[in-house]
C-alpha cells in the first residue's frame, strides 16, 4: 500500500477552522519580540494561522488576537501593518 503524505492542518486563531497549513497566513513572532505577517512560511519564531480572507483577518485586527495568542501586549503598529501588507497585496 502506497504511503499518503500527510497534509499539515492548522487552525485559524480567528474563526477556529482547521485548514490546510499552505491555505493559510502565517504570523510570526520572533526571538526579538518582533510580529510580522510571513508570506514564506519560513521565518524563524512562533507562529499562528490565520485563513486568507479579509473577514478573519479584520478579525484579528478588531479583536486583537494576537496579544492573546503570543499572551503579550501588541503595539497597535503591529496591526495597522498586518492590515497594509495584507489588504496591499490583494490590490
Not at 479584520?58 to 501593518?81: A, G, H, M, T, W
Amino acid at each position: 500500500m502506497p504511503k499518503t503524505k500527510k497534509i499539515p492542518l492548522r487552525q485559524c486563531i480567528a474563526c477556529r477552522e482547521l485548514k490546510e497549513k499552505r491555505e493559510m497566513l502565517r504570523i510570526v513572532k520572533n526571538s526579538q519580540g518582533e510580529i510580522f505577517l510571513d508570506f514564506s512560511s519560513k521565518a524563524a519564531g512562533r507562529g499562528a494561522y490565520i485563513c486568507d480572507n479579509s473577514d478573519c483577518v479584520k478579525k484579528l485586527i478588531k479583536q486583537k488576537l494576537i496579544n492573546k495568542v503570543f499572551s503579550c501586549e501588541v503595539p497597535k503598529e503591529v496591526y495597522l501593518r498586518i492590515e497594509e501588507e495584507y489588504f496591499g497585496k490583494q490590490s
